[in-house]
């Protein structure tokens, strides 16, 4: 089976996971539709590569596929900063790309810079790197052969396929830091939420601001609040 044609299917906590314990690739190709969890996952990449006191305005960059600013992308990802070595450049809607931006992406592929991680992040339901990158695995064409063999030696893809009960208590608990929530609260509190992680990410910081002498939520506080 051709590799465009295989699963690169992953939990949102497993990629968590991964991040935080391998290396973080130089170049990934991200299939996320929920951008607060997409947020979480900078932050995971920049405080894994960079540090954890990394600086937001000076080492990460974000563009859109949109922005028809191909140049300013490769730049940004070709060329040291000016105040760190490092740097996370975000690229969202990259099948937005015209093909000779995306062409001109897969040449960077070819020799991408170690002190750089370059994101891209695709959010069509319909979602493969040949679909991204306009190549399919049975075609005879040899440029698309070529497009097809760089993206598989260069780019580390994730398709995040579902954001699981399970992820969601975790993502929550972990939203909550110091504050003691156990899951029968968690579980009332997601009842009230609707599954929107907006609306969860609000409610969380009412909640925090409640409990905050006693720094414990509680089924009752979650009633209450």
Do not use: H
């Not at 990394?54 to 900063?81: H, M, P, Q, V, Y």
């Not at 040449?107 to 339901?125: A, G, H, Q």
């Not at 493969?128 to 399919?136: C, Q």
């Amino acid at each position: 089976m051709a590799k465009d044609q295989l699963n690169y299917k992953i939990s949102y906590n497993n990629l968590v996971s991964k991040l935080e314990k391998d290396s973080i690739p130089n170049i990934i190709l991200l299939s996320l539709k929920e951008k607060i969890l997409l947020d979480d996952i900078v932050k995971i990449i920049c405080a894994k590569f960079i540090g954890k006191n990394f600086d937001a305005k000076n080492n990460l960059i974000s563009f859109n596929g949109d922005d028809r600013a191909i140049e300013n992308i490769l730049n940004e990802c070709s060329n040291t900063g000016l105040f760190s070595d490092k740097k996370v450049v975000v690229l969202r809607n990259v099948k937005k790309l015209l093909k000779d931006e995306k062409m001109s992406l897969v040449d960077y592929f070819k020799r991408p810079n170690p002190d750089t991680v370059f994101l891209m992040v695709s959010i069509e339901d319909d979602f493969s790197p040949g679909k991204v990158f306009l190549y399919d695995s049975k075609s005879e064409n040899e440029k698309a052969k070529e497009v097809q063999k760089v993206v598989e030696s260069s780019v580390k893809v994730y398709e995040i396929n579902e954001f699981t009960e399970t992820d969601l208590i975790s993502w929550i608990k972990e939203k909550f830091g110091e504050y003691k929530i156990d899951e029968t609260a968690i579980n009332q509190f997601i009842q009230y939420s609707n599954f929107s992680l907006d609306e969860i990410l609000s409610e969380i910081e009412k909640l925090k601001t409640y409990c905050y002498n006693t720094k414990e939520v509680t089924i009752e506080s979650v009633n209450l609040c």
